[in-house]
């Protein structure tokens, strides 16, 4: 059973896909809160229902839905935006990825695999399809190879860079919090700090960051 008062939002161009998607969740305890069949009245009445997670997909007519995930992660505080696509084309999911998606799953997901991805997603973790985690890492590391100059690092305390280090690990909220003996609670407060501070969207790009700044190699913080 879902962890209770998860909203969503279903995102999908073909209407019976996206009420079997719909259906589906509401019997697995989620509040659908609506659908939509296009990226404009999606970003429309996500500003309306305000969901803790749009699933979404990327075919959606004139306008793409790596569009509408970069516009709704940006107006819409506090909705994360899961892609559901058909493909799992590198450069789909990288795009994706760049546009603010915190995850990405393909059509061929169980219903528990969507159903757990949904879950982690509302809990502010970076959800893949096996193997795409590791393809967004390592373009992240690509480009961290000649990393921004000039710009001044915003100022992270003491836990919240130890915190920053364990999410570019790829530790879920709850792994962090047990391994640091501090509340889940706690844990999304450093990290959300930490987003404020870097300006940044999501976890995955948290994870960029860290990279780009060696914090995913083994080593102990510094006190």
Known sequence: MTEPH??????????????????DL???GFEVRATSGDA??????????KPDVVLMDLNLGDTSGVEASRQITQEVPGTRVLV??????HSDVLEAVKAGASGYLVKSA???????????????????????????????RRMAVTPDSGTKAPQLTDRETEVLR?????????QIAN????????VENHVQ???????????VELARYAIEHGLDQDGEPQE
Not at 6 to 23: F, L, N, Q
Not at 84 to 89: D, H, Q, V
Not at 193 to 203: A, E, G, V
């Open 26 to 28: 509401q019997e697995r």
């Open 40 to 49: 404009v009245s999606a970003l429309r009445i996500a500003r309306t229902v």
């Open 84 to 89: 559901l696509s058909a493909s799992g084309e």
């Open 6 to 23: 998860i909203s969503v939002m279903v995102v999908d161009d073909h209407p019976m896909w996206r009420d079997g998607v719909a259906r």
């Open 166 to 174: 364990l999410v570019a690990k790829g530790l879920t909220a709850r």
């Open 110 to 140: 169980s219903a528990d695999e969507l159903v757990d991805a949904v879950e982690r997603t509302a809990a502010g973790d970076a959800v893949f399809t096996a193997g795409l985690a590791g393809l967004v890492l390592g373009e992240y």
């Open 193 to 203: 700090s930490t987003l404020r501070k870097l300006q940044l969207h999501n976890r």
């Open 179 to 186: 391994k640091l003996v501090i509340s889940h609670r706690t």
